[in-house]
């Protein structure tokens, strides 16, 4: 065994690594914006805002668009006051698209162009929500790398549920038109030459359309990697989501050896057997009717007593 040649605690100007307790981990819809209103409650900033100036990294791991993360998440912990020197990273889109903010707003967008669905197909997607489905739903114009369509707010869900079913079987014949091999849940229609290259991902407010190299497990590699890139190691992470595919978060971080537990705020569709604990809001003595930003919100309030005090 060999001794650091210059421990970082006797070299001067050099700051020892960082290991907070702790580490975010944050699916945005769901968890922390209310899938009803889009918007995100005032505490719930507060408590981002509380945690992140005692420390603790909050990440955010979002399908959604850095538009969305700016104007929903950033904006109003600015306006509450980051410190600073404190730095906030949002992963979107699933991992195409990255970006971190401080007090003094955003820094540069960074886009990953191989993950992005071909432009000729997002363009025939919007034309057919247009002609078609355009009382249901709208095309997100602010996506960088994927396709998503989304409910419109005063749809009642139900309604925007049966007719995202035949949005969701249209959009896939289009792929097919396109020569691009598409997957949804257990439908495959792979390419001419057997290959799958994209998959449609339902949501309860949205469809995604996006490349399979996309997920929740990239944002995770991606928010380690901007994390150590400040020398920040966190000693144990949560992550918080309120669909299957969040746990992919927690299932990168424990597979690489980061100490996890996973939040599921949604936990309707049934807990998974998983090698890492799952938590739910009744493991705050909350009611299982407690659920999205109110259990989210409940975990953050929790995470920030005992981290902040
Ligand atoms: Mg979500």
């Given at each position: 065994m060999t001794a650091p040649e210059f421990p970082a605690s006797t070299t001067p100007g050099v700051r020892l690594p960082s290991t907070p307790p702790?580490?975010?981990?944050?699916?945005?819809?769901g968890p922390v914006a209310s899938p009803v209103t889009r918007?995100?409650?005032?505490?719930?900033?507060?408590?981002?805002?509380?945690?992140?100036?005692a420390g603790i990294p909050v990440v955010f791991n979002t399908g959604r668009s850095d538009a969305f993360i700016r104007e929903?998440?950033?904006?109003?912990?600015?306006?509450?006051?980051?410190?600073?020197?404190?730095?906030?990273?949002?992963?979107c889109e699933k991992g195409a698209v990255w970006f971190s903010y401080t007090a003094a707003g955003p820094g540069p967008i960074h886009v990953d162009h191989e993950l992005a669905v071909p432009k000729a197909y997002g363009d025939d997607v919007r034309r057919?929500?247009?002609?078609?489905?355009?009382?249901?739903?709208?095309?997100?114009e602010t996506k960088r790398a994927m396709v998503s369509v989304e409910q419109h707010i005063e749809v009642p869900s139900a309604d925007y549920l049966a007719e995202q079913k035949l949005?969701?079987?249209?959009?896939?014949?289009l792929m097919t038109r396109h020569g691009m091999g598409v997957v949804r849940l257990e439908h495959h229609a792979?390419?001419?030459?057997?290959?799958v290259d994209y998959r449609v991902d339902p949501t309860i407010i949205s469809t995604d359309i996006e490349s399979v190299r996309l997920g929740k497990d990239l944002g995770a590699s991606r928010a380690v990697e901007l994390l150590a890139a400040q020398g920040i190691t966190p000693l144990a992470w949560r992550t918080v989501g309120d669909s299957r595919t969040d746990y992919a978060m927690a299932d990168w971080l424990h597979h690489n050896d980061h100490p996890v537990k996973h939040v599921d705020v949604r936990p309707a569709d049934g807990v998974p057997v998983k090698p890492y604990d799952v938590l739910t809001a009744t493991d705050l003595g909350l009611g299982e009717d407690v659920i999205h930003d109110d259990a989210g919100g409940a975990y953050l309030r929790s995470w920030r007593e005992a981290m902040v005090g």
């Open positions: 702790l580490a975010l981990l944050l699916d945005v819809d918007d995100v409650k005032p505490g719930i900033i507060a408590d981002l805002v509380a945690l992140a100036t929903q998440v950033m904006e109003p912990m600015i306006a509450a006051g980051i410190p600073a020197g404190t730095v906030i990273h949002a992963i057919l929500v247009a002609e078609d489905y355009s009382r249901h739903m709208f095309f997100d949005f969701d079987s249209d959009a896939m014949d792979p390419n001419s030459d057997d290959e």
